[in-house]
């Protein structure tokens, strides 16, 4: 079992900015993708952004351009940078491993999975 904590979230205005971080307890973290998702209530579990071995990186068009996924390796962390913020950006995020994973936008490959962190933006 991979353990995987989030931490970060909280409530902030629209326009604001978090950074939501995911520690790992893995050394074999770098063979993993490491994706974020979000589910708001009664909605379901929805890709956010990804990241593979490679540092090569997706993200969901609704967030491109404001959000930013990175990984530091040495440290066993997937962050991820959210500006801009929005209402309609308002869920719990929730990290993921994908073990030999490119960084796949379904949440299926996703073995291991946080615990969550509620992201509230008010308007």
């Known amino acids: 079992q991979v353990q995987l904590v989030e931490s970060g979230g909280g409530l902030v205005q629209a326009g604001d900015s978090l950074r939501l971080s995911c520690a790992a307890s893995t050394l074999t973290f770098s063979k993993y993708a490491m994706g974020w998702f979000r589910q708001a209530p009664g909605k379901e579990r929805e890709f956010v952004a990804a990241i593979a071995w490679t540092r090569n990186t997706y993200y969901t068009d609704s967030v491109k351009g404001r959000f930013t996924i990175s990984r530091d390796n040495a440290k066993y962390t997937v962050d991820l940078q959210m500006n801009s913020l929005k209402p309609e950006d308002t869920a719990v995020y929730y990290c993921?491993?994908?073990?030999?994973?490119?960084?796949?936008?379904?949440?299926?490959?996703?073995?291991?999975w946080g615990q969550g962190t509620q992201v509230t933006v008010s308007s």
């Open positions: 993921a491993a994908d073990y030999l994973g490119s960084g796949s936008a379904s949440t299926t490959p996703y073995e291991y």
